[in-house]
C-alpha cells in the first residue's frame, strides 16, 4: 500500500516546518521537521518501508521505533484526510 | 547597490533578496525591530526572505522575522481557501483570479509563497451584479455602492473596480472589470480570456492570464505605482531569472505591439540596479521613451526612500505625483482617464450636484462642492 497527499491540502514551508490547510475543511495543519520530511517525500506515492528508510538516513533513531513511529504519524495525516491511500 | 539615503532596513531588505547574505548579516546589529516589521509589512515581502532566515547569526532577528512568516503564510492559506469558496460559489460565472495565489503559483510553483492581502477577480461587467449577490451570500459587504443605475453607468465607464470586504474573516475581494494599471492601456476580461492560461491549485483549475500579458501586465501595474513595493520587483526579478532567450523575444515583441515596451525597460531597469542583475536584454527605445523611463525611475526611487525613511506624501502632494505617473506612462489621455475615475468613487457622490444624471457637470462642480462642504464642516 501506497500513500500520497490529498490535493485539498495546501502546504507552505517556513524554514523546516510545514503550514498548511486543508481548503474544503478549513482546517489549519502544522507540521515539524521530521513531519515535513515525510510530506515531502510522499509528494509522489511511497510505502510506509520507504519513508522510514528515508527517514533512517537521515536521523540517528532505530529501526524499530522508526516504524511504529512512523505508522502513527501516517494513521494521524489519514484520520484527518491529509493523505489517501492505494495499492501500489 | 543601494544608496546610503535609504534607511539600515530597506538596506538590508534589499542585500536579503539580492542574496546577499554575508553582506545583510554585517547590518543585523543596526536593524530597529518596529521599522524592520513596518518595512516587511509594506513591502509584503516576508515569504521572499522566508528561505533566508536560517543564514542570519543574529537570533532576534530571526525569531522577528519566523513569526512574521509564519502570521503572513497563515494568512495567505487562507486566502487561497476563499479562492476555492469563491470558485464553487461562482460555478458557471467565469472568472480570473489576477495576483495573489495564482500568480504565487506561476512564480514559486506554490500558492502560498507570495504574499497577498486581497483576491483581485476579474470578471465580466455585465455579471457585476450577480457576483455582488454572490459574495453578499457569503457574507461580504459592499466597501461602498452605487444607490441608482445611472451610477453604476458611470463606475462601468469609468472606473475598474468593486470592493467587498469580510469583516470576520479580514479578507478584501476586488472584482475588476478592467486592469487598467495605466489608462490608455486598458485590458478587459475578453482580452485577458482570449489568451487565458489555466493554473491549476489543489484539485481546482483556475483561468489566468496568458504568461506574456501577465508580465506585461505586472510592469504596468509596478509602473501605475512606481514600484513603491518591493514585492513587485521581487516578482519580476524572479519572472525575468526564469526566462529563456526565446521567451525574451517573445515577451519584447509582445510588448512591442503593444507600445509597453517602455514598462518593460523601467522594470529590467530597476531590477538590475536594485538586486544586482544582469538580464540578456537590450531594448531600444526612441527618446521620448527613454526621457519616460528615467523620469518614471527616479519618481520610484523617490518613492522608496520615501517608505524606508517613512516619509508620507501630504494629500496634495500624493494627487500631483499619482497623476503625473499618469501623465508620465499615458499621455494626456492617460492622465484624463485617471481623473475622471477617480471622480466616479462612490466616495465622491455626495459631492456630486446632479445626484443621477450629467456625469460630465458632476465632474466639473465636484470640487468646489467638496472644497464647500469642508469648510463648512470646520
New interface residues.
Given amino acids: 500500500m501506497k500513500f500520497k497527499r490529498n490535493n485539498d491540502n495546501i502546504a507552505s514551508k517556513i524554514h523546516d516546518e510545514i503550514v498548511m490547510v486543508n481548503i474544503e475543511k478549513g482546517n489549519y495543519y502544522g507540521l515539524n521537521a521530521v513531519g515535513s520530511d515525510i510530506w515531502d517525500f510522499i509528494e509522489s506515492p511511497r510505502t510506509e518501508v520507504e519513508i522510514c528508510e528515508m527517514l533512517l538516513e537521515k536521523y540517528d533513531i532505530d529501526t524499530k521505533t522508526c516504524r511504529a513511529e512512523v505508522k502513527e504519524f501516517l494513521k494521524k495525516l489519514l484520520d484527518q484526510n491529509l493523505i489517501e491511500t492505494f495499492n501500489a | 547597490m543601494s544608496s546610503s539615503s535609504f534607511s539600515v532596513e530597506h538596506d538590508f531588505i534589499i542585500l536579503l533578496l539580492a542574496k546577499q547574505l554575508e553582506r545583510a548579516n554585517q547590518l543585523t546589529e543596526f536593524l530597529d525591530c518596529e521599522e524592520l516589521s513596518r518595512l516587511l509589512e509594506i513591502h509584503k515581502i516576508s515569504?521572499a526572505i522566508?528561505?533566508l532566515?536560517?543564514s542570519l547569526d543574529n537570533d532576534k532577528i530571526k525569531t522577528l522575522l519566523?513569526d512574521k512568516?509564519?502570521s503572513d503564510?497563515?494568512y495567505?492559506?487562507?486566502l487561497?481557501?476563499e479562492l476555492?469558496l469563491l470558485k464553487s460559489a461562482f460555478d458557471t460565472i467565469p472568472f480570473i483570479p489576477i495576483k495573489g495565489p495564482t500568480l504565487s503559483q506561476f512564480i514559486f510553483n506554490?500558492?502560498?509563497?507570495r504574499n497577498s492581502w486581497d483576491l483581485d477577480i476579474l470578471i465580466r461587467p455585465e455579471n457585476l451584479d450577480t457576483c455582488k449577490q454572490i459574495l453578499e451570500s457569503l457574507g461580504y459587504e459592499s466597501v461602498e455602492t452605487y444607490r441608482t443605475q445611472k451610477q453604476k453607468e458611470a463606475l462601468l465607464k469609468y472606473h475598474h473596480q468593486f470592493e467587498m470586504y469580510h469583516s470576520e474573516k479580514g479578507i478584501l475581494i476586488e472584482l475588476h472589470w478592467q486592469l487598467h494599471s495605466l489608462r490608455g492601456h486598458d485590458i478587459g476580461f475578453e482580452q485577458v480570456f482570449a489568451s487565458h492560461e489555466t493554473c491549476v491549485?489543489?484539485?481546482d483549475t483556475y483561468m489566468v492570464m496568458g504568461w506574456q500579458q501577465r508580465i506585461e501586465y505586472l510592469c504596468m501595474h509596478g509602473t501605475s505605482h512606481v514600484y513603491h513595493r518591493l514585492q513587485w520587483l521581487n516578482d519580476l526579478k524572479h519572472i525575468f531569472e526564469s526566462l529563456e532567450t526565446s521567451q525574451w523575444t517573445l515577451l519584447v515583441n509582445h510588448m512591442r505591439s503593444r507600445k509597453t515596451e517602455m514598462h518593460l525597460a523601467l522594470a529590467i531597469k530597476l531590477v538590475e540596479t536594485l538586486f544586482g542583475c544582469k538580464f540578456p536584454l537590450e531594448l531600444e527605445l526612441n527618446k521620448r521613451d527613454e526621457k519616460r523611463c528615467q523620469i518614471l525611475y527616479n519618481l520610484s526611487l523617490q518613492a522608496q526612500k520615501r517608505t524606508s525613511l517613512n516619509v508620507k506624501d501630504t494629500g496634495w502632494r500624493d494627487f500631483v505625483n499619482t497623476h503625473r505617473i499618469q501623465y508620465t506612462s499615458g499621455g494626456i489621455k492617460g492622465l484624463l482617464k485617471s481623473l475622471f475615475s477617480r471622480s466616479v468613487r462612490p466616495s465622491n457622490w455626495d459631492y456630486f450636484a446632479f445626484n443621477d444624471r450629467v456625469f460630465f457637470l458632476n465632474h466639473l462642480f465636484m470640487r468646489p462642492i467638496w472644497l464647500l462642504k469642508r469648510i463648512s464642516k470646520k
Avoid at chain 2, 506554490?110 to 509563497?113: D, K, Q, S, T, W
Fill in positions: 515569504s522566508g528561505p532566515i536560517e519566523h512568516i509564519e503564510k497563515l495567505q492559506l487562507g487561497i481557501r476555492h506554490n500558492p502560498a509563497e491549485i489543489g484539485n
